[in-house]
Every structure is written in C-alpha cells, then in structure tokens.
C-alpha cells in the first residue's frame, strides 16, 4: 500500500492562492486513479478532483475553474493548485490513490483555512 504524505496546506484570505503537493513512498502513477478530497469540519469528505485512467479529469462543480491537478512523473507528487479561494474552500484536503485491486490509500490531510 502506497503511504501518501501532503504538503502545502495555510492560512490564506480570500482570493488567494495555494498549491497542495501529495507524494507517496511508492509510485503512485502505478494507480488506476488519483486524486484529492477534503472535509470540512460537521461535513462528508468530498471529491476535489480526480485523475482517473481511461476518463477526464473530473473537479467538483464548486472548485472548477479555479483548481487544477496536475502531476510530475519524475518527482513522484500530484498537486492541487486552488486559486480564487474562497471561505468554503476551508478544510483538510487529503491526498487519494486507488490501486487496480480495488485498494485506496489516503495520506493524513493537509489543512487549509481561508478568511475573510
């Protein structure tokens, strides 16, 4: 099992910028999908956006247009860039892989606060 570490998560007021990085011990393009979640606090944890094998990029309807996934084979990372954040973007955004077996690994999140 692949272990999924986040990075990059802050504090940031409205309309700003973070990029979210998630790398992992193994090789995490070796997935059949990848991609990120959050949850917000009294809140399910949410689809962001994902990289899934044979499909488009899927990005939930509040976060298009202003995030992006994105990955660096060499380096082994998977981003998130969220720009235009708003205060609902606000919660621990965490790292996903779902191996060809079935098998989902999830790093240990990354929070994000955005105020106004």
């Known amino acids: 099992q692949v272990q999924l570490v986040e990075s990059g998560g802050g504090l940031v007021q409205v309309g700003g910028s973070l990029r979210l990085s998630c790398t992992g011990s193994?090789?995490?393009?070796?997935?059949?999908?990848m991609g990120w979640y959050r949850q917000a606090p009294g809140k399910q944890r949410e689809l962001v956006a994902l990289?899934?094998?044979?499909?488009?990029?899927q990005y939930a309807d509040s976060v298009k247009d202003r995030f992006t996934i994105s990955s660096d084979y060499v380096k082994n990372t998977m981003y998130l860039q969220m720009n235009s954040l708003k205060v609902e973007d606000t919660a621990v955004y965490y790292c996903?892989?779902?191996?060809?077996?079935?098998?989902?690994?999830w790093g240990r999140g990354t929070q994000v606060t955005v105020s106004s």
């Open positions: 193994g090789n995490i393009f070796s997935a059949k999908a």
């Open positions: 990289f899934s094998s044979g499909s488009s990029t």
């Open positions: 996903n892989t779902q191996s060809w077996t079935g098998k989902a690994s």
